[in-house]
Every structure is written in C-alpha cells, then in structure tokens.
C-alpha cells in the first residue's frame, strides 16, 4: 500500500521564480494538508483541501495558493519566491476529519 | 507566537536507559496531542497520542503523559533503543468547530541520540 507520494524530491529555483509541488495522498484519504518545515524548526501548516476546496489556511501570504483534483491529488503553488521559501515542504493526508495524519517524505526546495 | 514549545533541542542517552522528551503548550483550546519521529530525509512517522481527556497513554515502549494544569505533556521512551535515534516532535490540534481543528501545531523537536 503506497503511502503519501510527493514530487520532486529536490528542486532548485531562482528568486522571483514561480514553482509547483505535487502529492498524491494515500490510498483512502481524501484531505490533503501541506507544512513547510524550515531548517531547525518544525513543520508549519500552510493550508488543507477536502473537498476540492480549500477548508483552512496558516499564517501563509498569498503568494502559496493551492489546488486539490477529484482524485484527491493536491498542489502546492508558490509565486515570486523568496530566498526565505527555502524550505522542506511536507504534504499530510488523513481520512477526512481526524487526526490519521500520514506524511510524505518532502521536497526540499532551495531558491538561489 | 510559539504555542507548542520543545525547549530541549537534543537529548543523549544509553542503549537500555529511559528517555524523556519534553513538550509545554500555551493554546487552552487544544485537547489532542501527538508525537512524530522523525528521520533524515523521510517524512514525521506518527508514534503515539493523547486526548486531553486522559491523563496517560501507553504503546509499547512508548507512554506519553500529559499535566493540563501545566500545559506540559512528555513521551517517555523505555528502554531506549539505537533504533530510536530521530528527531522528535511534539504537535497539538483544537476540537471540531474551532478554527484549529485538523491543523496540527508542531514544537521545535528535540534530537535524541541512543548510545550503544
């Protein structure tokens, strides 16, 4: 049974770049949430889909959008990076509401 | 606002010892708690949790004991094995109707190193 499947795992992008991470939940979960986790600090929650929609948001600005498809695959988007975007970023998925959270390995994005 | 806090930033103990992780919280409203273990270039494994409506949980080598006067809850590992050299975190969530409710808020983590 796969578990959460995120991709890439590694990505390299220029300041002011636009970039886009990709999760497929696992099998059986329809809510998909994503963290990002700065070296030395734990993860902090950006925001979660069910439903196709986006159901809560962290302290996050608005260049980090999101999308969730009706296969319950999600995407995280973020506009003009930052070099402080340099992050882990972690997608979570669970069973709808509850706390059956299961995580995916991360993509380590580093702006340069 | 930090409001789960691990204020060890590492712990180092011997093979067959007990370890001891630490983790205050200051939000009232969260009543569930979680711990995650965490591996190099892999994702948080969920370990074990704890509603705030008991006081202790126990799996395995795994207890987690939470004080709601203090805000305090600690994962103690008995005995500690090498195998358990990770990083750990402690994450908290809010009850259904709260805006919090599904978002885990994590502490810092703590690096616990198991000696041979």
């Known amino acids: 049974d796969a578990g959460v499947t995120q991709s890439p795992t590694h990505l390299i992008k220029t300041r002011g770049q636009q970039v886009t991470l990709r999760c497929s939940p696992k099998?059986?979960?329809?809510?998909v949430s994503w963290y990002q986790q700065a070296l030395g600090q734990g993860p902090q929650f950006i925001f979660q889909?069910?439903?196709?929609?986006?159901?809560q948001r962290g302290n996050f600005p608005d260049r980090f959008s999101g999308h969730q498809f009706p296969n319950y695959s999600s995407e995280l988007n973020v506009n003009a990076l930052l070099l402080g975007d340099s992050a882990l970023y972690l997608c979570?998925?669970?069973?709808?509401?509850?706390?059956?959270?299961?995580f995916g390995s991360g993509t380590r994005l580093t702006v340069v | 606002d930090q409001q789960v806090k691990q204020n060890s930033p590492s712990l180092s103990v011997q093979e067959g010892r007990i370890s001891i992780l630490n983790c205050d919280y200051t939000?009232?409203?969260?009543?569930?708690f979680l711990w995650y273990k965490k591996y190099p270039a892999e994702g948080p494994t969920f370990l074990i949790s704890?509603?705030?409506?008991?006081d202790k949980n126990e799996d395995g080598r795994f207890t987690v004991f939470l004080n709601k006067s203090a805000k305090h809850l600690s994962l103690h590992i008995v005995p500690s094995q090498p195998g358990d050299s990770a990083v750990y975190f402690c994450a908290a969530s809010a009850p259904a109707g709260g805006t919090s409710y599904g978002k885990l808020t994590f502490g810092q983590g703590t690096i616990l190193t198991v000696h041979p």
């Open positions: 979570a998925s669970s069973p709808g509401y509850g706390y059956g959270y299961t």
């Open positions: 889909y069910y439903e196709e929609e986006e159901r």
């Open positions: 099998s059986g979960h329809d809510t």
């Open positions: 939000n009232s409203m969260f009543d569930y």
């Open positions: 704890i509603s705030s409506i008991k």
